[in-house]
C-alpha cells in the first residue's frame, strides 16, 4: 500500500524559513517523479516544484528562486526547503508521486499546513 507523508509544516513569520518532507513508502521510490502542489483556501490546488526521477527540477515562477525541492533514493524522502516565505505561501503543502510514463500511477499524501504571517 502506497503511503506519502508530509512534516515539517508550521506558522512562520514572513522572510523565515520551513523545510517540508516527505517520507514515501509502498513504492519503487526512484522510479517516481515527485513534486510538490499547494491549496490555500478557496482557491485551486496549484503547482509548486517538482523533482524527476533522474534529479531535474522544475518550480512555479511564484516560488523559483526562494524554495529548492530535494529528494534522497536511499531514504525514499523528498523534500522542500523554503526560505523567503511570504504570506501569500501560506497554504496546505501536498506531496505527490509520478511514476514516470506511466501518469495512470500516481499518489498524493495528506498535506501540511504552512502559515506565513506578516
Known amino acids: 500500500q502506497v503511503q506519502l507523508v508530509e512534516s515539517g509544516g508550521g506558522l512562520v513569520q514572513a522572510g523565515g524559513s520551513l523545510r517540508l518532507s516527505c517520507a514515501a513508502s509502498?513504492?519503487?521510490?526512484?522510479?517516481?517523479?515527485m513534486a510538490w502542489f499547494r491549496q490555500a483556501p478557496g482557491k485551486e490546488r496549484e503547482f509548486v516544484a517538482q523533482?524527476?526521477?533522474?534529479?531535474?527540477?522544475t518550480y512555479a515562477t511564484s516560488v523559483k528562486g526562494r524554495f529548492t525541492i530535494s529528494r534522497d533514493n536511499a531514504k525514499n524522502m523528498v523534500y522542500l526547503q523554503m526560505n523567503s516565505l511570504k504570506p501569500e505561501d501560506t497554504a496546505v503543502y501536498y506531496c505527490?508521486?509520478?511514476?514516470?510514463?506511466?501518469?495512470?500511477?500516481?499518489?498524493w499524501g495528506q498535506g501540511t499546513q504552512v502559515t506565513v504571517s506578516s
Open positions: 523533482i524527476t526521477s533522474d534529479g531535474a527540477t
Open positions: 505527490t508521486a509520478q511514476r514516470t510514463r506511466f501518469i495512470g500511477d500516481n499518489y
Open positions: 509502498g513504492l519503487t521510490f526512484s522510479s517516481y517523479a
